[in-house]
Nanobody, 124 residues
Framework: QVQLVESGGGLVQAGGSLRLSCAASGRTFSRFGMGWFRQAPGKERTFVAAISWSGGSTYYADSVKDRFTISRDNAKNTVYLQMNSLKPEDTAVYYC?????????????????WGQGTQVTVSS
């Protein structure tokens, strides 16, 4: 049905930047709220950022506020996560997810579609 594929991860030094992309195929983004989550080794998956289907509303975890920016281009069926001022504690596998709700969605259980993840490693 809906397939999400993340890209753009890699190894960066602390203070550096990366932009993650999440490309959708199969069914489109129509009225899907989108989010980014991350999972560090040995830890639970946690919320990072969310965006409404129109792009008009966003929400961020406190740990990434003022450093990360979520955006989307529905014409390209793509959602982005711009990550600046990266810290070693940002190291994780980053997942994009889609919810069949138009609004900003924070709760993990509301997301029905998930990508396979892309590794982000921040060195000190």
């Amino acid at each position: 049905q809906v397939q999400l594929v993340e890209s753009g991860g890699g190894l960066v030094q602390a203070g550096g930047s990366l932009r993650l992309s999440c490309a959708a195929s199969g069914r489109t983004f129509s009225r899907f709220g989108m989010g980014w989550f991350r999972q560090a080794p040995g830890k639970e998956r946690t919320f990072v950022a969310a965006i409404s289907w129109s792009g008009g509303s966003t929400y961020y975890a406190d740990s990434v506020k003022d450093r990360f920016t979520i955006s989307r281009d529905n014409a390209k069926n793509t959602v982005y996560l711009q990550m600046n001022s990266l810290k070693p504690e940002d190291t994780a596998v980053y997942y994009c997810a889609g919810a069949r709700l138009a609004r900003v969605v924070v709760a993990e259980y509301e997301y029905a579609y998930w990508g396979q993840g892309t590794q982000v490693t921040v060195s000190s």
